[in-house]
T-cell receptor, first 115, second 116 residues
Framework: DQQVKQNSPSLSVQEGRISILNCDYT??????FLWYKKYPAEGPTFLIS?????DKNEDGRFTVFLNKSAKHLSLHIVPSQPGDSAVYFC??????????????FGKGTLLTVNP | DSGVTQTPKHLITATGQRVTLRCSPR?????VYWYQQSLDQGLQFLIH???????AKGNILERFSAQQFPDLHSELNLSSLELGDSALYFC???????????????FGPGTRLTVL
């Protein structure tokens, strides 16, 4: 049972355009969401996060939107740069139980930004 | 560089063997998490330690065990290895745990385990 789904295995965009990566989740107990970027042969790197009490969080070129009613979040990258080419993982966490922040990951979306 | 170190980077071994993967968290971080990434799966949570104590278990096999030492480094022990255990194993650390405000997890570079 995949609780966090990234339905697009890959996405290709032109440099300077907007990249939109999508993520859906099924567990309504999730209350914190994160995006990680991963280059080959490296560990995931934290990018941006959002709490379930917000619907938007912005950090430079990166904005995450959360639609709780649709159980959907998206990551917008504007403008996209070739260095953004990587696998992007959506992750979610639940604070219920109050003892653990384990992350549940999607399978990732490979973003390719073409010069 | 996340500040989380993992050794070794690569490990090749045979079925039935036992290996130990090591993780040193970022300075000041008390929580250590282990994740497994197989070819056809995303990152799967294995186990969480906080300040030396096991806090949660995920999809961790009984053949696998872990511990966190007083200096806060952690080891993941994999025994009776099978071909299907071949994967990338990541360690992540964060400052604390629930109740102290959410802490982002910072990942190490991973250990690639190949079981032949």
């Amino acid at each position: 049972d995949q609780q966090v789904k990234q339905n697009s295995p890959s996405l290709s965009v032109q440099e300077g355009r907007i990249s939109i990566l999508n993520c859906d989740y099924t567990n309504s107990m999730f209350d914190y969401f994160l995006w990680y970027k991963k280059y080959p042969a490296e560990g995931p790197t934290f990018l941006i996060s959002i709490s379930s009490i917000k619907d938007k969080n912005e950090d430079g070129r990166f904005t995450v939107f959360l639609n709780k009613s649709a159980k959907h979040l998206s990551l917008h990258i504007v403008p996209s740069q070739p260095g953004d080419s990587a696998v992007y993982f959506c992750a979610a966490s639940s604070n219920s139980g109050g003892s653990n922040y384990k992350l549940t990951f999607g399978k990732g979306t490979l973003l390719t930004v073409n010069p | 560089d996340s500040g989380v170190t993992q050794t070794p980077k690569h490990l090749i071994t045979a079925t039935g063997q036992r290996v130990t993967l090591r993780c040193s968290p970022r300075s000041g971080d008390l929580s250590v998490y282990w994740y497994q990434q197989s070819l056809d799966q995303g990152l799967q949570f294995l186990i969480h330690y906080y300040n030396g104590e096991e806090r949660a278990k995920g999809n961790i096999l009984e053949r696998f065990s872990a511990q966190q030492f007083p200096d806060l480094h952690s080891e993941l022990n994999l025994s009776s290895l099978e071909l299907g255990d071949s994967a990338l194993y990541f360690c992540a650390s964060s400052v604390g745990l629930a109740g102290s405000g959410y802490n982002e997890q910072f990942f190490g570079p991973g250990t690639r385990l190949t079981v032949l």
